[in-house]
């Protein structure tokens, strides 16, 4: 089914969206520390990359969360079917593009589906932007730095789910990551966001191939 507009007063968002839709900060910001160090032996083991698997456990932590499917957008609630996780891709002249890649269960055809994506979008040069069929999360890597946090502009068009991680820490014989989550309070309230963040870790302990 395509995304359709919803009545906010036939959802759980009503009092939400009455609240939050119009406020002038409406955007929230979680931190959080990860203890990645399966991701990180399951990305060497079988040669995956990193960026790639934490997206994957993303979508995979997001899809059981039904508040994921509602995003304000303008002054409506839509209601998606889908989920993609978006990644962003240094093209061939150094710059960046946006590339989303729609989430599926099959962790080898998510794969395959990232590689070709983000390959496409580093050679042409041009974004892969799923937004109008999907509930799209976005995610920024800056893998070069090692950062405690981030947080997100309010521009008050784009009101998506936003991830922000950067390089990976090593303590003694484990990995971690701090991530930043900045979601809409019209979209989920803190329960709900403190919710996808557990099911995140479990996701990333127990990744399996």
Same mark, same amino acid.
């Given at each position: ?14 009092? *939400?969206?009455?609240?939050?839709? #119009?406020?002038? $900060?409406?955007? &929230? ?6 203890? +990645?160090?399966? @991701? ?12 790639m ?30 989920? *993609?996780v978006?990644?962003?891709? #240094?093209?061939? $002249?150094?710059? &960046? ?6 989430? +599926?269960?099959? @962790? ?51 009101n ?10 090593r ?6 990551l ?32």
């Open positions: 089914m395509m995304p359709r507009e919803i009545k906010p007063e036939d959802t759980t968002r009503a009092k *939400a969206y009455e609240l939050w839709l #119009k406020a002038p $900060n409406p955007m &929230v910001t979680f931190f959080k520390t990860f203890d +990645v160090t399966n @991701l990180i032996r399951v990305s060497r083991k079988n040669n995956l990359k990193f960026n698997l934490m997206d994957y456990c993303i979508g995979k932590a997001a899809v059981s969360i039904k508040e994921f499917y509602m995003l304000p957008v303008g002054d409506k609630l839509i209601q998606y079917d889908t989920i *993609a978006n990644t962003i891709v #240094k093209n061939k $002249n150094g710059e &960046v593009n946006s590339c989303d890649i729609m989430y +599926v269960e099959d @962790l080898n055809v998510y794969n395959e589906q990232y590689l070709k994506c983000t390959s496409l979008s580093a050679v042409n040069c041009q974004d892969i932007d799923l937004s109008n069929d999907s509930m799209v999360i976005g995610t920024s890597a800056i893998i070069n730095t090692e950062i405690d946090g981030a947080v997100g502009m309010n521009s008050g068009i784009f998506n789910p936003f991830i922000i991680w950067g390089r990976y820490k303590r003694w014989f484990r990995y971690y701090t991530i930043s989550f900045q979601f809409h309070h019209t979209q989920m309230d803190g329960a709900h966001a403190g919710r996808f963040l557990a099911n995140l870790q479990n996701e990333i302990n127990g990744l399996k191939l």
